[in-house]
């Protein structure tokens, strides 16, 4: 290959990306609750020879999502498990949040995935947004933007510690003394910090990829930070290519700051996809889509995924300026929100969300597989990605189209592999494989 090869993620989602997408497809409405569903992504992506099937996970919801989508969230570990069954190759990336876990059953629990899928986890690192999961986990108040990713640095460090517990050739198996592990070889993360406090190993040696991929997916100033201290794959959503190759440049920058080889982080950002054998057939499936969109919903959804409660706000007058005034932005989201408000202060907040798209900030492509392929390399070229998040707008549709038109165009140009060359998710990353560090200094 003459260009690093690039790398792509397959996001799940009920349908399809696109908000109107149960609208559109034939499927069985409740097709999207069974696994059939989701082996059928996963194999797709898989023939595909895709790096990754990606999980997204809300452990809360605003109850205007179940009038307008599919509701399916389903525990990403139980589902990425049995997925690993039906597949061999394919990684595993799953979300799980660092404000309403604790770091060694969180640890334990992507380590689990690790060793049944063979070594093809992957640990999605979310803050959670949504205030309203406090009251789903007990706690009186949703932490701060600032509170939540002190902790989640703490968090993550705590579970790199607990997956370390175990060198890698601790296992003896001697029967003959009857000695099954070689117990010097144990390092228990005993960590008392500001937040966690963490005593022992896993109950299980350390997983085949050493430890899970860690992905990451915030693009606001503390986000960056935390994808550059841990990162290994970098979940974006760019307006353009031009913030996409700066946004790229300052996630290596830090990582380089850190003491990290920014050619270890990799940046996949969210590309929404609709592909047709013409462009005018492309857009035409796009304006459907778009057809179908509920005012309802975009206003709504606009602030849930900002992290403020819809049911809390008059959409018919302005957003209330001691939001956008007075105190900071809770989340990424929620600042285009308040820069959408500053702009227009006396426009109603339907008005302002209306103008507001995609709810993870990412770019809709609308054209053929060759349109697609240009695009893609021509984003690689400029240094803005290593590869994208193919967020179908309709499932498994414009997957199997990627799969059967773009890869083998990608393939031809020598951007994109022609088979496996591993078995773990490192090894399609072209990611090393933690060492634990006691090893690291012998």
Same mark, same amino acid.
Not at 43 to 67: C, K, P, S
Not at 122 to 141: K, R, S
Not at 259 to 285: F, H, I, N, W
Not at 307 to 328: M, Y
């Given at each position: 290959?003459?260009?690093?090869?690039?790398?792509?993620?397959?996001? #799940?989602?009920?349908?399809?990306?696109?908000?109107?997408?149960?609208?559109?497809?034939?499927?069985?409405? &409740?097709?999207?609750?069974?696994?059939? %569903?989701?082996?059928?992504?996963?194999?797709?992506?898989?023939?595909?020879?895709?790096?990754?099937?990606?999980?997204?996970?809300?452990?809360?919801?605003?109850?205007?999502?179940?009038?307008?989508?599919?509701?399916?969230?389903?525990?990403?570990?139980?589902?990425?498990?049995?997925?690993?069954?039906?597949?061999?190759? #394919?990684?595993?990336?799953?979300?799980?949040?660092?404000? /309403?876990?604790?770091?060694?059953?969180?640890?334990?629990?992507? *380590?689990?995935?690790?060793?049944?899928?063979?070594?093809?986890?992957?640990?999605?690192?979310?803050?959670?947004?949504?205030?309203?999961?406090?009251?789903?986990?007990?706690?009186?108040?949703?932490?701060?933007?600032?509170?939540? /990713?002190?902790?989640?640095?703490?968090?993550?460090?705590?579970?790199?510690?607990?997956?370390?517990?175990?060198?890698?050739? *601790? #296992?003896?198996?001697?029967?003959?003394?009857? +000695?099954?592990?070689?117990?010097?070889?144990?390092?228990?993360?005993?960590?008392?910090?500001?937040? %966690?406090?963490?005593?022992?190993?896993?109950?299980?040696?350390?997983?085949?990829?050493?430890?899970? +991929? @860690?992905?990451?997916?915030?693009?606001?100033?503390?986000?960056?930070?935390?994808?550059?201290?841990?990162?290994?794959?970098?979940?974006?959503?760019?307006?353009?290519?031009?913030?996409?190759?700066?946004?790229?440049?300052?996630?290596?920058?830090?990582?380089?700051?850190?003491?990290?080889?920014?050619?270890?982080?990799?940046?996949?950002?969210?590309?929404?996809?609709? @592909?047709?054998?013409?462009?005018?057939?492309?857009?035409?499936?796009?304006?459907?889509?778009?057809?179908?969109?509920?005012?309802?919903?975009?206003?709504?959804?606009?602030? /849930?995924?900002?992290?403020?409660?819809?049911?809390?706000?008059?959409?018919?007058?302005? @957003?209330?300026?001691?939001?956008?005034?007075?105190?900071? =932005?809770?989340?990424?989201?929620?600042?285009?929100? %308040?820069?959408?408000?500053?702009?227009?202060?006396?426009?109603? @907040?339907?008005?302002? $969300?209306?103008?507001?798209?995609?709810?993870?900030?990412?770019?809709?492509?609308?054209?053929?597989?060759?349109?697609?392929?240009?695009?893609?390399? =021509?984003?690689?070229? =400029?240094? $803005?990605?290593?590869?994208?998040?193919?967020?179908?707008?309709?499932?498994?549709?414009?997957?199997?189209?990627?799969?059967?038109?773009?890869?083998?165009?990608?393939?031809?140009?020598? &951007?994109?592999?022609?088979?496996?060359?591993?078995?773990?998710?490192?090894?399609?990353?072209?990611?090393?494989?933690? +060492?634990?560090?006691?090893? *690291? &200094? &012998?």
């Amino acid at each position: 290959m003459t260009a690093r090869p690039l790398h792509f993620n397959a996001f #799940i989602w009920p349908n399809g990306y696109h908000e109107s997408a149960w609208r559109v497809v034939d499927d069985d409405v &409740r097709g999207v609750l069974g696994l059939p %569903y989701y082996a059928d992504i996963a194999r797709i992506a898989e023939r595909g020879l895709m790096d990754t099937v990606f999980l997204a996970d809300n452990i809360a919801i605003a109850e205007y999502r179940a009038t307008h989508l599919p509701q399916t969230q389903f525990d990403p570990i139980s589902v990425l498990s049995a997925l690993a069954a039906v597949t061999s190759h #394919i990684g595993l990336i799953g979300t799980g949040s660092t404000t /309403y876990s604790k770091p060694w059953e969180l640890a334990r629990r992507f *380590a689990t995935l690790d060793h049944l899928s063979g070594g093809r986890a992957g640990w999605n690192i979310v803050t959670t947004v949504t205030p309203l999961a406090a009251a789903n986990f007990g706690e009186p108040i949703h932490p701060d933007h600032a509170d939540r /990713y002190a902790r989640a640095h703490e968090f993550v460090d705590v579970v790199r510690r607990a997956w370390d517990s175990w060198e890698d050739d *601790a #296992i003896i198996g001697d029967r003959e003394r009857g +000695v099954w592990a070689d117990r010097s070889k144990l390092h228990a993360p005993r960590f008392h910090g500001q937040y %966690y406090d963490v005593e022992g190993v896993l109950p299980f040696p350390r997983s085949p990829q050493g430890n899970p +991929v @860690l992905v990451q997916a915030g693009q606001s100033g503390p986000g960056i930070a935390l994808a550059a201290r841990y990162a290994d794959l970098v979940f974006s959503g760019p307006p353009s290519l031009e913030a996409a190759v700066e946004f790229r440049a300052e996630v290596h920058a830090q990582a380089a700051a850190a003491g990290r080889d920014p050619a270890q982080v990799l940046v996949l950002p969210a590309l929404m996809v609709t @592909l047709g054998g013409t462009e005018a057939e492309a857009q035409e499936k796009a304006r459907r889509l778009e057809e179908l969109t509920s005012p309802e919903f975009r206003w709504q959804n606009t602030l /849930y995924t900002a992290g403020l409660d819809p049911d809390a706000f008059d959409p018919d007058v302005p @957003l209330p300026a001691e939001l956008w005034t007075g105190q900071s =932005a809770p989340s990424s989201r929620a600042e285009l929100l %308040y820069a959408a408000a500053r702009a227009r202060p006396d426009a109603s @907040l339907r008005d302002v $969300a209306g103008r507001l798209t995609g709810g993870a900030g990412q770019i809709h492509f609308v054209g053929t597989p060759e349109q697609l392929a240009e695009h893609v390399i =021509a984003w690689q070229d =400029a240094g $803005a990605v290593d590869g994208f998040t193919i967020m179908g707008s309709t499932l498994p549709y414009e997957l199997m189209t990627f799969v059967d038109h773009v890869v083998p165009i990608l393939q031809c140009k020598g &951007r994109f592999r022609t088979e496996y060359s591993g078995t773990t998710l490192r090894d399609h990353l072209g990611l090393q494989r933690p +060492v634990v560090p006691g090893e *690291a &200094r &012998r």
